[in-house]
T-cell receptor
Framework: KAGVTQTPRYLIKTRGQQVTLSCSPISGHRSVSWYQQTPGQGLQFLFE???????NKGNFPGRFSGRQFSNSRSEMNVSTLELGDSALYLC?????????????FGPGTRLLVL | AQSVTQLDSQVPVFEEAPVELRCNYS??????LFWYVQYPNQGLQLLLKYLSGSTLVKGINGFEAEFNKSQTSFHLRKPSVHISDTAEYFCAVSRAGASKIIFGSGTRLSIRP
């Protein structure tokens, strides 16, 4: 099976712009979670989508949003980018998103905001 | 709420020496415990997980961890490290029915030849 894929791998934007990141889960997986990784804050949970519905949300401002399509692919969007949004964005997929399941992570999208 | 503390931000060891990476957690409910590894410029890979049962968990690449409920710890060990083990290691928790993983701050393992 192919692993979790994320596109693009690298992205450079300027403050005020918006960005959309994409994540394709492992085939058959219906849960997709997003995490932000920064040197200062570490790995933080953004949100989780399951069957096209946001099921869980972390403590991030409304500028961060996401969606999931019927094929389980997910996108996350960040509007009005700030310098502090520079980070590695990781997505992870699992079959049903239950706590005991192994979550499989993609390689990440590295976003640099100038 | 759950939280995870990784006591060492960096651990340098010599090749073929044993290593222990420390992790403590706190939670008011039962949790599942994980160790993930992140190699440079890559995503996270699961090393091992504790769900229930035997407190000694064996994972990939020769790593193992021991769940200690009384000390709320889940330390990761390897008897003999290799240069290829150079990476950042994250301890993490989740709870039943929830996909959200709470990660520790990470421990950077550097192996000296």
């Amino acid at each position: 099976k192919a692993g979790v894929t994320q596109t693009p791998r690298y992205l450079i934007k300027t403050r005020g712009q918006q960005v959309t990141l994409s994540c394709s889960p492992i085939s058959g997986h219906r849960s997709v979670s997003w995490y932000q990784q920064t040197p200062g804050q570490g790995l933080q949970f953004l949100f989780e989508y399951f069957s096209e519905t946001q099921r869980n949300k972390g403590n991030f401002p409304g500028r961060f949003s996401g969606r999931q399509f019927s094929n389980s692919r997910s996108e996350m969007n960040v509007s009005t980018l700030e310098l502090g949004d520079s980070a590695l964005y990781l997505c992870a997929s699992s079959f049903e998103g239950q706590g005991q399941e192994t979550q499989y992570f993609g390689p990440g999208t590295r976003l640099l905001v100038l | 709420a759950q939280s995870v503390t990784q006591l060492d931000s960096q651990v340098p060891v010599f090749e073929e020496a044993p290593v222990e990476l420390r992790c403590n957690y706190s939670s008011s409910v039962s949790v599942y415990l994980f160790w993930y590894v992140q190699y440079p410029n890559q995503g996270l890979q699961l090393l091992l997980k504790y769900l229930s049962g035997s407190t000694l968990v064996k994972g990939i690449n020769g790593f193992e961890a021991e769940f200690n409920k009384s000390q709320t710890s889940f330390h990761l060990r390897k008897p003999s490290v290799h240069i290829s083990d150079t990476a950042e290691y994250f301890c993490a928790v989740s709870r039943a029915g929830a996909s959200k993983i709470i990660f520790g701050s990470g421990t950077r393992l550097s192996i000296r030849p």
